[in-house]
């Protein structure tokens, strides 16, 4: 009984009862108490009506003795203490002794009738004392309030106990396995041992629809996971199509060596100047040509693989993979890296860290390419600090606005046009990070100044801790 509901029932309980005690106890004693004094003052009235006559007449014969005895036999009895008479002569006979408190003192006349004449010959005070009717009363109310007390905490114990078994027990137990409910366990539905087996108990309805969130959380687990699968294969579509665009940008150079030196061989072979040396200088260009596409053909056919184990790599190794997969588009618009790479290994899946790279690089490059009139930038920056490796990129292409920065890792959030943008990029970049690598991936606009001019754009930091364990759980896109 930890929880603070029982507590303050068991005290309601136990005040309830005690006041319902208290009440009950108090109308015992005043009906004992009135039904002790009526029967006292009745056998007080009886001495009027039975005893009288008799000692009147023994008083109207003078008999000293008669009256004397009459008095003793008065106060023989249990409750009469004391009795007089008291005669027409102011002569009086006394037995017993005179008390002041606890008392009821009665009078009576004494009458005689001579000649159908009533004529009043003495009085008779009567004490009766109530000590003893008291002392009866005190130890009746003493045993009234034990039972009851000894009632009453039976009554609360047995409240304690049935409300423990039949509501606080199941009611922790519910409160236990909701404390531990997480996704490993989410199959394992909430039994309580009910004693009573009606459907619509309290228990059983609450038990029932903490059972039927749990199936609707599994339901909706369900569904999100089929979402994010769908992004995840959206996101590498997207990347798949930015490929295909830089792979046809790297072939179009070897493509036209190919073209115009078979158009040599053949302007040649017309003209008669074929000889074997110049043969063997063309087929060498070509041959060198299409080594040059198989190569890009590997490097992206690399990137596609699926991810196996994670392992432990070198930043820079992944940013020079990222390069060969996205050069030419920025040596085409005339974009400039500059490098600032610490040698710093970290533990992962390596194509997933391209994967972040090219699209924050692609982002930088749309922006850039928007820009007119002045030098187009992206500094990188690898380093280690407070047992984090920080990896910076920053462009020169005036930053995000204010209004849509917080939005940029939304999924399918993007300002590009339709046929460019698809809003997911950002969105798997930042899963990947905290999800897969466990760390961080932020922006913010940054003012700066590079060789003695003031740019803005946006800066993209991703940090991750060194100390990552090795035997970590393997988790998949
Ligand atoms: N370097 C950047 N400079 C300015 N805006 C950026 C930059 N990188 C991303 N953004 C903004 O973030 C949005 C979301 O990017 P992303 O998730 O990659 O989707 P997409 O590139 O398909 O639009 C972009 O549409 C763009 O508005
Ligand atoms: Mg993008």
């Not at 004392?129 to 000894?150: C, G, H, Q, R």
């Amino acid at each position: 009984m930890q929880n603070k509901i029982s507590y303050k029932l068991i005290f309601l309980i136990f005040l309830i009862s005690l006041v319902v005690t208290s009440i009950s106890v108090y109308i015992q004693i005043k009906k004992q108490y009135e039904n002790q004094l009526n029967s006292f003052e009745k056998s007080l009235n009886s001495i009027e009506k039975n005893q009288v006559p008799i000692l009147s007449q023994s008083l109207w014969n003078i008999d000293d003795l008669a009256v004397n005895i009459f008095l003793k036999n008065l106060v023989n009895n249990e409750k009469v203490i004391y009795a007089e008479i008291i005669e027409n002569d102011e002569k009086t006979i006394s037995v017993g002794k005179i008390k002041k408190i606890n008392i009821i003192k009665k009078e009576f006349e004494i009458e005689k009738v001579i000649d159908s004449k009533i004529h009043k010959i003495g009085e008779l005070i009567v004490i009766a004392d109530l000590a003893p009717m008291y002392k009866e009363l005190k130890s009746n109310v003493i045993s009234i309030i034990f039972t009851e007390i000894i009632k009453m905490l039976l009554i609360s114990l047995s409240i304690i106990f049935f409300m423990k078994k039949l509501l606080t027990n199941p009611l922790e137990k519910m409160a236990l396995y909701a404390n531990q409910l997480s996704l490993e366990n989410l199959h394992k539905p909430l039994k309580i041992n009910n004693t009573t087996k009606a459907k619509f108990n309290e228990l059983n309805i609450l038990t029932e629809s903490i059972n039927t969130m749990r199936v609707n959380l599994i339901k909706q687990i369900n569904q999100s996971e089929e979402k994010n699968n769908i992004l995840a294969q959206q996101s590498k579509l997207a990347a798949m199509g930015e490929m295909i665009g830089n792979i046809a940008h790297q072939w179009r150079q070897p493509l036209s060596l190919i073209t115009t030196t078979a158009s040599g061989i053949k302007l040649n072979y017309e003209i008669g100047a074929l000889d074997k040396e110049k043969v063997d200088n063309y087929t060498s260009k070509i041959i060198n040509s299409a080594y040059y596409l198989s190569d890009t053909i590997d490097d992206f056919k690399d990137f596609f693989k699926p991810n196996k184990n994670k392992k432990y790599f070198k930043i820079s190794n992944a940013f020079e993979r990222t390069f060969t997969l996205l050069n030419s588009q920025f040596i085409n618009n005339n974009i400039s890296f500059i490098k600032n790479i610490e040698d710093i290994e970290i533990y992962g899946f390596e194509n997933e860290l391209i994967q972040v790279l090219i699209n924050i690089l692609n982002n930088a490059k749309d922006e850039l390419i928007n820009k007119k009139d002045q030098k187009l930038f992206i500094f990188i920056d690898v380093f280690f600090k407070d047992n984090n490796v920080c990896i910076c990129i920053k462009d020169n292409a005036g930053g995000i606005e204010d209004s849509v920065i917080n939005r940029i890792f939304e999924p399918y959030f993007t300002t590009k046009h339709q046929s460019q943008g698809t809003g997911i990029g950002l969105y798997m970049s930042e899963e990947i990070v905290s999800k897969h690598m466990k760390g961080k991936l932020s922006v913010q606009n940054v003012d700066f100044e590079y060789e003695h001019i003031n740019y803005k754009g946006a800066e993209f930091k991703i940090v991750i801790n060194k100390n990552e364990k090795k035997d970590q759980k393997l988790e998949d896109i």
